[in-house]
Structure formats: structure tokens, C-alpha cells
């Protein structure tokens, strides 16, 4: 099965509103009538208002970093789903490394969050990784197996393909440093075998899995030309149009 690849930026705590629109501009200028591969922003909560606005007409779709399972309440500086979708995002990131590691966030928490963005109809981009430790200790697939099946329970078979799982070997985010494409490779394939155990090979084939460790033009090519790899989930690279721009043209011409 043929999947569109999906390039997804990853602002995180950088640009203020204004750099942020212009940054939209540009890329909606450059991409945004662009039809073969889609195309993904998540900028800062303060930001996306002003850049749904700029990216209103154009095929590129509006992200955000993060969300709070819980629809309302008591909980101060957080973010919820329907807020979210009363700004027309369609993506949300969950279970960032940096969520994950910095501020504690648990498989189950993370569990939570991915079937509230499907309740309200968010298409999660669930990252997944293992840190430089775990790798060297060869314990990588059994990471991420307990990282996906924790993401995945409850997950009914119709809304999984609507997960995107991106693959971030902690250890590669922000470093430089960025895994083989074999090493990519060979993770995202298990990835896929996983997802067709726990639902069927058919849902498995529909959902898209991205790799998410400092992927950059120079070394694009050659990741997303691997079988099982979808996309990419773009950090450093997607704060300056140009970088990311050309990596979009190496999505399309790798599909």
C-alpha cells in the first residue's frame, strides 16, 4: 500500500507570534499549493491563531505540541482538545521525549492523551524512542514495544491508522547525531509488525510512521527512501523555511 509521506514541523519553544507568521508565510508561499506530499506545523500555543490564519487556504495543516486529556478544568497552563479544534488544529504531538523526560509524562498519561485527540478527532503524532543507554544496552525494540503497546490500549481497530507514530531515538534529537538509515529502518519495520499484531496487517500498512531524530536535507534522501519510513517529524530543520522546504521536495522525491 502507497502512503502520502507527511513532513511535520516541530516549532517547539521557539519563534513569538510574529516570527512564527512570518515563518508561515513563507512556507505557505513555497508549499502551499504543493499536492504530493502532505505537510505538517505544529508552532507554540501562543502562535497557532495567527498561523491557522496564514495557512487557511493552503495544504498545510496546523499542529500543536501537546494537550490535557481532560476536556476543562483546574488545571493551569494546560491546554484542551476542544480548544484546540475551536482553532481548526488537525495534529498534535504526544508523548514527546522532552514531555516524557522533562516533565514526567507516563505510558498511561500519554495513553490518555492519545484517546482523547481521537475522541475529538485530532490525528496524534505519538512519538516513540529509546535513549542513548537503552540502545547501547540493546534494548531498543523492547523499549518501544512497551512505549507503542501502552499508547495503543483502548485504541479501537477503525481509529488506529489515525495514530502517526514518530520513531525519535532520544538520543539523535538535537544532538547531530542521527541514526542509519538501517537503524531507522529496522525500527520502523518493527514498528509495523507490532501495529499488525495488535490490530491486522491492513491497519497496520494504513498508518503512517515517521522517524524523528534530526533529519535534515543532506540526509533525507536516504531515510525516507526506506520502505517503512512515512515522513519525518522535524525539529531544527523546520525553524528556517529554506531547510525545511527542501525537505519536503526530498519527501516527494523519495515517494
Known amino acids: 500500500m502507497h502512503l502520502r509521506k507527511l513532513i511535520a514541523g516541530n516549532w517547539k519553544m521557539n519563534k513569538t507570534t510574529?516570527?512564527?507568521?512570518?515563518?508561515?508565510r513563507d512556507l505557505a508561499a513555497a508549499l502551499g499549493q504543493q499536492n504530493d506530499i502532505d505537510v505538517a506545523v505544529c508552532p507554540p500555543f501562543t502562535a497557532l491563531e495567527s498561523v491557522g490564519k496564514v495557512l487557511d487556504g493552503s495544504i498545510i495543516k496546523l499542529g500543536a505540541q501537546n494537550l490535557h486529556p481532560e476536556a476543562s478544568g483546574a488545571f493551569t497552563g494546560e491546554i484542551s482538545a476542544p480548544m484546540l479544534r475551536a482553532l481548526f488544529v488537525t495534529h498534535v504531538i504526544v508523548g514527546h521525549s522532552e514531555r516524557r523526560v522533562l516533565f514526567g509524562e507516563?505510558?498511561?498519561f500519554i495513553n490518555q492523551k492519545v484517546l482523547t485527540a481521537l475522541k475529538h478527532q485530532l490525528r496524534p503524532i505519538?512519538?516513540?524512542?529509546?535513549?542513548?543507554?537503552e540502545r547501547e544496552a540493546g534494548a531498543t525494540l523492547r523499549i518501544i514495544q512497551t512505549?507503542?503497546?501502552a499508547a495503543?490500549?483502548?485504541?479501537?481497530k477503525e481509529l488506529a491508522p489515525s495514530v502517526i507514530v514518530a520513531y525519535e531515538p532520544v538520543w539523535a534529537i538535537g544532538t547531530g547525531k542521527v541514526a542509519t538509515a538501517e537503524q531507522a529502518q529496522e525500527v520502523h519495520g518493527f514498528i509495523r509488525g507490532l501495529l499488525a499484531k495488535l490490530f491486522t496487517e491492513t491497519v497496520a500498512r494504513k498508518g503512517r510512521i515517521l522517524y524523528g531524530g534530526s533529519m535534515k536535507p543532506a540526509n533525507a534522501g536516504e531515510l525516507l527512501g526506506q520502505k517503512d519510513i512515512d515522513g519525518g517529524l522535524i525539529g531544527g530543520a523546520s525553524l528556517e523555511a529554506r531547510s525545511f522546504v527542501d525537505l519536503v521536495r526530498a519527501a516527494a522525491e523519495a515517494k
Open 18 to 24: 510574529s516570527d512564527a507568521v512570518a515563518l508561515a
Open 106 to 108: 507516563t505510558d498511561s
Open 126 to 133: 505519538l512519538c516513540v524512542g529509546e535513549n542513548l543507554a
Open 147 to 149: 512505549q507503542i503497546e
Open 152 to 156: 495503543f490500549e483502548g485504541v479501537s
